[in-house]
């Protein structure tokens, strides 16, 4: 049978207290190693004992076959990350790579080494933590949700017996109210962002359209004699160099708005060499890409916050401030309902219970 040697500790040779003392080598190259022997003695080292273990599994089941049969379980959570995200296809495009996102830059690194079902309730809410200190809540929230659903999945697959993902302590949303770009400052982020993103800037303030929405916009959702903009999909990715496109983010999305004399002589300005509406050189503009030019631009302009989405605020502000109903920018926006936009910007409507009081006051009297 295979076994594994770590290579840093050893037991106490005192003969005293059950403990492991240091070796001459301790936390130098990798710490456990395991030997076996296969046409000859053999040896492969590992970062972690879960690694380890792992290995020493599959080669007891390689060279022992009839006598020590592996269990179905004895997987790592890397492994079988990959095979569930491959199993997403109930997704879109932008939320499998969403996935992948949250997998690679939090799920894995922290938990990617242990085996499948050693991960306990404690190493989950142990990750939790450790999330919460760098990233935002509602960005933890998510990345456990995936977590859990994997381990979900795992489950029905026989993998492990029960999910760890039990009863955890997760952050607290902090309620921040959105605070829109001034016009001054949406003007001199039109000035410092990359030249091929400054039509997308202007378009988003005065549209209120997602940035998926805008980057997947053609020609042909455009009449420019009605002024009118329609949107039906959105830019998901970008296959083989050309445009893939998906279904709105909800049925609420679909839409059509009008557009003023000043937006139609921008969009009439632009170069058509393609179906979109938006190119750099003919090319799509990439979630990624659209992200680096407004970093950039960050740097120019501090305070314009993440991301195109700043500009959907702001284009509700500047709506809000000129009277406009609840419902009439819910319609405009894309939203399910008044409620869901009263969610986001109800502190932007002014107060009117002394206006309020104004107009019933005396009405009736005695």
């Known amino acids: 049978m295979a076994s594994i040697e770590d290579r840093w500790t050893r037991a106490n040779p005192d003969g005293g207290p059950p403990k492991r003392v240091r070796r001459e080598r301790y936390g130098q190259g990798l710490r456990w190693r395991v030997h076996w022997d296969e046409g000859g ?13 792992a290995f020493l599994t599959e080669v007891n089941a390689r060279t022992h076959p009839g006598i020590y049969t592996a ?46 079902e050693s991960v306990t309730r404690t190493d989950v809410q142990a990750a939790v933590i450790g999330w919460s200190e760098t990233l935002a809540a509602s960005t933890v929230k998510l990345t456990y949700t995936y977590l859990a659903g994997m381990m979900k999945a795992a489950v029905l697959d026989g993998v492990i017996r029960a999910t760890p993902c039990v009863g955890m302590r997760l952050p607290r949303d902090e309620v921040e109210r959105v605070r829109p770009l001034s016009t001054d400052t949406v003007r001199a982020l039109v000035e410092a962002i990359w030249a091929p993103y400054r039509p997308l800037v202007v378009f988003g303030a005065a549209t209120g359209l997602r940035g998926s929405e805008m980057r ?29 496109w998906g279904p709105p983010e909800t049925a609420s999305s679909v839409r059509t708005i009008s557009i003023g004399p000043a937006t139609i002589a921008m969009l009439e300005d632009l170069p058509r060499v393609g179906e ?11 979630r990624g890409n659209a992200g680096d030019a407004w970093r950039d631009a960050r740097a120019k302009v501090p305070g314009i916050g993440d991301g195109f989405h700043q500009l959907r605020h702001y284009h509700a502000s500047q709506l809000i401030a000129g009277g406009m109903s609840p419902v009439a920018v819910a319609h405009r926006l894309g939203h399910k309902d008044a409620t869901e936009t009263l969610q986001t910007y109800a502190h932007l409507w002014h107060d009117d219970d002394q206006r309020a009081a104004t107009l019933t006051d005396g009405v009736v009297a005695l």
Not at 41 to 53: N, P, V
Not at 276 to 286: D, E, N, Q, S
């Open 276 to 286: 979109l509406v938006f190119t750099a050189g003919g090319r799509a503009l990439t």
């Open 41 to 53: 003695k053999r040896s492969k080292s590992f970062s972690t004992k879960d690694a380890a273990e």
């Open 216 to 244: 997947g916009l053609t020609w042909d959702r455009v009449n420019l004699s009605r002024g009118s903009v329609t949107v039906d999909r959105q830019l998901v990715s970008r296959d083989a160099g050309r445009p893939a």
């Open 71 to 116: 269990p179905a379980r004895a997987l790592l959570i890397s492994e079988y990350a990959a095979r569930w995200q491959e199993q997403q296809i109930h997704q879109r495009a932008s939320s499998r790579e969403q996935i992948a996102r949250r997998m690679n830059r939090s799920i894995l690194p922290v938990l990617g080494h242990k085996r499948m």
